[in-house]
Nanobody
Framework: QVQLVESGGGLVQAGGSLRLSCAASARTFSNYDMAWFRQAPGKEREFVAAINWSGGSFYASSVKGRFTISRDNDKNAVFLQMNSLKPEDTAVYYC??????????????????WGQGTQVTVSS
C-alpha cells in the first residue's frame, strides 16, 4: 500500500549537516504517521524522530536540538534535517510509516512500512 524510498545519505565531517529525504507512494499520505529510525553495525534499530499528519513531532533525546523532521503532504515526502552531526550518528537511516494514531510511536514494531535505508557516515 505504501512504498518508501530514502535518499540524501553520504559522508560528512563531524559538525556538518545532511538532509535526508523519503519519497512515499501513497494516495492518502496525510493519513500516515512517519518516522526515521537508524541502525549502526552490531546494534539494534533505534528511533530517531516521528511526525504526525499535522506536523507535530517527537525526537529521541540523542538528536533533540540537532535534527528536525518535517513533511510535505502535497509532495508525499518526509525529510530529516541533520545538523551538528557526530560520529555516533553514523548508521543506516530508514524511513518508516504507519496509520495515524493518537500518539506518535517510537518502537520499530509499531511501523509496518519501511524503506531500504540510506547510509550516513560521519567522520571525526
Amino acid at each position: 500500500q505504501v512504498q518508501l524510498v530514502e535518499s540524501g545519505g553520504g559522508l560528512v565531517q563531524a559538525g556538518g549537516s545532511l538532509r535526508l529525504s523519503c519519497a512515499a507512494s501513497a494516495r492518502t499520505f496525510s493519513n500516515y504517521d512517519m518516522a526515521w529510525f537508524r541502525q549502526a553495525p552490531g546494534k539494534e534499530r533505534e528511533f530517531v524522530a516521528a511526525i504526525n499528519w499535522s506536523g507535530g513531532s517527537f525526537y529521541a533525546s540523542s538528536v533533540k536540538g540537532r535534527f528536525t523532521i518535517s513533511r510535505d503532504n502535497d509532495k508525499n515526502a518526509v525529510f530529516l534535517q541533520m545538523n551538528s552531526l557526530k560520529p555516533e550518528d553514523t548508521a543506516v537511516y530508514y524511513c518508516a510509516a504507519r496509520g495515524s494514531s493518537f500518539y506518535l510511536r517510537s518502537k520499530s514494531s509499531d511501523y509496518n512500512y519501511w524503506g531500504q535505508g540510506t547510509q550516513v557516515t560521519v567522520s571525526s
